[in-house]
């Protein structure tokens, strides 16, 4: 049982590791794993959307825990991106908990500056994914500041999956490479 424990808490570290610099270059193979991930996170942040009209408050944890996985994965696919949040051999977990904590707002604008330099849909994934952070509902606040909180949330959740469906959608693989395809 703890060999168990110990494997699992081995896999949650490197999950947790700043991934490697992206290759100048990705593989058929890679662009459809990213592409795959997008749309897993695409499900994700629907159940989160779900929940939240429903009035369900999202915790600091579920969703703290899925931005940490998607920034690594975002950064993993935009060089600029990547040298942004682990900056000095930082995990996207250090980026969150000192960057991030810090100065939301400053970190949220400057995601915002870098998107507008290129890989604009990967970057404004990775800026609104930060702003949901920013709009989880206080439970002890009244109930109509979450009531308020819920529907920014909403919104931001709403662009997110937007930017999360073009970068799936931009990973394609070329007409030619699809299955049954015989041109």
């Given amino acids: 049982m703890r ?3 110990a494997l699992l808490m081995v896999a949650v570290l490197l999950g947790c590791a700043a991934p490697p610099p992206p290759p100048p270059e990705f593989s ?20 989160f959307l779900q929940k939240t009209r429903r009035g369900i ?16 994965e975002l950064s993993a696919h935009d060089a600029g991106l990547h040298a942004y949040i682990h900056h000095d051999d930082n995990n996207s977990e250090l980026f969150l908990r000192n960057d991030f904590q810090t100065d939301p707002k400053g970190q949220i604008a400057a995601i915002d500056e870098l998107a507008r330099r290129g890989e604009t849909d990967i970057r404004l994934a990775a800026r609104e994914a930060l702003a949901c952070l920013t709009t989880i509902p206080s439970p002890k606040t009244s109930d109509a500041q979450q009531k308020e909180a819920r529907m920014e949330l909403v919104a931001t959740l709403l662009r997110l999956k937007s930017h999360l469906n073009r970068i799936a959608g931009a990973h394609l693989p070329p007409a030619a490479e699809l299955p049954g395809r015989t041109d």
């Fill in 28 to 47: 058929p193979e890679e662009r459809e794993e990213f592409r795959q991930d997008m749309l897993s996170d695409v499900e994700k942040v629907e159940t």
């Fill in 57 to 72: 408050n999202l915790t600091e944890i579920t969703l703290g825990w899925f931005v940490m996985i998607l920034l690594n």
């Fill in 3 to 5: 060999r168990v424990v």
